[in-house]
């Protein structure tokens, strides 16, 4: 089928490249012309494992291609996936404005029927609003559907997700529009559950705000975990056993963080409030998400005593392993607080260095985590990147001015830590 994707972020650039990949062909589109001549030069913008790969091979066959001109590829695509930026406002509302300009644009280049995909996350009820703006522009000459159908990969594992989906999510007003995108996820073996527009809309909210509440609800159990001498990785383990619980998504530590929980869950309660309803859960989830930065700083503080003048060394900056993305990263919060109280603060993250850089400018920045370690006072570890679960332990204790670790992320084994002379402190434990 001919598709396009509108926005080649971190979602849309894996949705072309995997559709493409899956034999459809596919024009990437986006505003960014730095951006376009990358992808159309072969080199991904982003760090996706195995993103580079997918996109030689879609060059190869000519199955997929990139242009900045959205109208062209209105004209030449059956279906049109609009996949965004919507980050937060002030008010923890969603903004739409990419998504509105989006519709605009395709409103001006429609000239046969199209069906027009949200798949960017977007308040409840967008579909309707991109459905009346270009009626409004149209003024209902050219037949067109919106459909929804929201998006559940992850960061780092995100080509693996959009081919391995648990369950594809349709929401449309037509037969005909179920008809064309059921062609378009043919090659896909997981259940298929097409609802209507504000239905599909909603699985993502409540879907991405599950995720961060499970979070939070272990977050929560590592405080008190703390205070009454249990070890919350052992309680997640208990817990996780029962088939009803699942031990996905209940490791404690610094917090969620990346482009989706912190906005999304934002974005839901606004939405709750403007239908009425007062959801003060989720509000507990955000605020329980905060309080872990500031576990964290007690934490190094207890060992420290004093911030000012300290040498600490931040090992993983991106909000998670094997992504560069550093929107809402633990680290930013983290690292700011910690300049502020006059530390001296240094970082090594395999990827995110780059990214980093640009919103933390005051950092210095090392290749390689044991030199990052000399000297310092104490190591504090906020991504889970593999490399660090295998740090030689006795290598970093001789490098280091004072024996301190504070595990934001419970990778390493306490007992191992304190075994090579570290004052050892996780999240809950
Ligand atoms: N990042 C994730 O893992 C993830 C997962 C599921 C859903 N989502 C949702 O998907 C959407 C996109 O997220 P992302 O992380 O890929 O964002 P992103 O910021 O990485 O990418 C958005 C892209 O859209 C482009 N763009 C903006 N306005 C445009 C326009 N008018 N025309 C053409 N291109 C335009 C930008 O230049 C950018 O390249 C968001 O709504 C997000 O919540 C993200």
Redesign the pocket.
Same mark, same amino acid.
């Given at each position: 089928m001919r598709l396009s994707v509108? #926005?080649? #972020?971190? /979602? #849309?650039l894996v949705t072309a490249a995997c559709f493409a990949d899956l034999g459809h062909q596919v024009i990437g =589109? *986006? @505003? *960014?012309e730095e @951006?376009i001549r990358a992808l159309q030069a072969g080199r991904s913008p982003i760090f996706e494992p195995g993103i580079e790969e997918l996109l030689a091979r879609g060059a190869e066959h000519r199955r997929l291609r990139f242009t900045t001109d959205?109208a062209e590829a209105v004209r030449e695509s059956e279906v049109i996936f609009i996949? =965004? #930026?919507?980050p937060s406002l002030e008010s923890g509302d969603a903004d739409v404005t990419?998504v509105a300009? /989006?519709a605009e644009t395709i409103a001006e280049s429609l000239r046969d029927y199209r069906v027009i995909v949200e798949? +960017?996350? =977007?308040p409840v009820r967008t579909g309707e609003r991109i459905r009346d703006q270009i009626m409004l522009l149209t003024g209902g000459s050219v037949p067109f559907d919106i459909a929804s159908n929201p !998006?559940?990969? @992850? !960061?780092g594992s995100?080509i693996y997700d959009f081919m391995h989906p648990d369950r594809i999510v349709i929401g449309v007003t037509s037969e005909r529009a179920e008809r064309l995108l059921r062609d378009v996820y043919r090659p896909f073996d997981c259940p298929i559950l097409v609802t209507n527009l504000a239905t599909a809309e909603l699985i993502k909210h409540a879907s991405n705000a599950f995720l961060a509440m499970k979070i939070s609800y272990i977050n929560a159990v590592a405080n008190v975990c703390e205070r009454v001498g249990a070890d919350v990785k052992l309680v997640a383990e208990g817990m996780g056993h029962d088939a009803r619980i699942g031990r996905a998504f209940l490791n404690a530590g610094v917090g969620y963080g990346g +482009?989706?929980f912190p906005k *999304?869950v934002a974005a839901f309660v606004r939405i709750a409030h403007e239908a009425g309803y007062d959801f003060r859960l989720l509000q507990e989830v955000a605020r329980v998400n905060e309080g872990q930065r500031e576990l964290l700083i007690r934490h190094l503080k207890d060992a420290l005593w004093v911030l000012s003048h300290r040498v600490v060394t931040v090992l993983g900056l991106a909000f998670k392993p094997n992504t560069d993305d550093m929107r809402e990263a633990p680290s930013v919060c983290v690292i700011e607080r910690l300049l502020r109280e006059g530390a001296q603060v240094r970082a090594y993250d395999p990827v995110a260095e780059p990214n980093a850089r640009r919103l933390l400018p005051s950092v210095a920045y090392y290749d390689e985590p044991y030199e990052a370690c000399r000297g310092s006072d104490a190591v504090v570890l906020l991504t889970e990147w593999e490399e660090f679960q295998r740090l030689d332990l006795m290598r970093l204790r001789s490098l280091m001015r004072r024996p301190v670790i504070v595990d934001g992320r419970n990778i390493l084994d306490p007992a191992k830590a304190r075994a090579h002379g570290f004052h050892y402190a996780g999240m809950g434990r």
């Open positions: 509108i #926005g080649t #972020g971190y /979602v #849309g =589109v *986006d @505003r *960014d @951006r959205t996949t =965004v #930026g919507t990419a300009a /989006v798949k +960017s996350t =977007v !998006e559940f990969t @992850r !960061e995100a +482009s989706c *999304d």
